[in-house]
């Protein structure tokens, strides 16, 4: 074999960075020796794998073809040096949030993998869906938990379960003391929402279709939290997922506001590069995400009279 794996994460790291000096540090290697494995590794095979822009890297045409299957190379070895060490056959698994799913859904989620794989090991980022999207399509992550629709290029999006944004505002406010509200309530309200970039965001305005350019938006925020908070000081109503309100309702912190003709129903998606291998871990993981959707679904469906 005229390459060695050592090389291979070498070519990715730089890969992802696009800086020698970056895959270094990420790798724990001087920057000399970065650069060597990479340099062997072309000449070896009288390639070009980055076209050299200065200080920054960026993949050739070649290096773009063949970066996925070096990536699943890589991470198929991993799988065998797990199980050689630990007779598992579960690698590391790196999961993508956007941070409705990362706040309130993941965590139980990585608890009970946990539970089943207690050897596995599982890092957890959590970002608004513009991020998650960059990280898978730069193999940055495995796999990506996303609240928007996704028409990127290169990744393969499939739904995962259905999700409800709510319009909800402090017990006190005038709104929500209507039993529903109109277009015109809607345009007469002052707004908290997520910040553009965000899969909550992206279901709001397709939600507010038509009057949306109209909506009086005081405030964007990236957090959830922050918005409840906003909202129940009084500084106006907000739209989130209902699960992220749900406590809130309950301890009539906060109040949900009935709005029957605007359609706020939106999916939850997996979001995999096209090319991605499909180790163990991730099978592993799109199973127990299934098996939760289906008991969710089961425990929201209206029981039988």
Known sequence: MRYTLRQLEVFLAVARSESVSRAAEELGMSQSAVSGALADLEQQFGIRLFDRIGKRLRLSALGRSLRARAAALEEQARELETALSSRSNLGPLRIGATLTIGNYVAMPLVARYLTEHPEARIELSIANTAEITRKVQNFEIDIGLVEGELREAGLRVTPWCDDELVVFGAPEHPLCQKDALSDADLLAATWIVREPGSGTRQAFEHAMRGILSDLDIALELQH???????????????????????????????????????DFRRQFFFALHEEKYLSSAVQSWLELCSKWSVGLAAASAPSAS
Request: positive net charge.
């Open 224 to 262: 959830t939290e922050a918005i409840k908070s906003a909202v129940a000081a009084g500084l106006g109503v907000g739209c989130v997922s209902r699960i992220a309100v749900h406590d809130a309702f309950r301890l009539g912190s906060l109040m949900p506001c009935r709005v029957p003709h605007r």
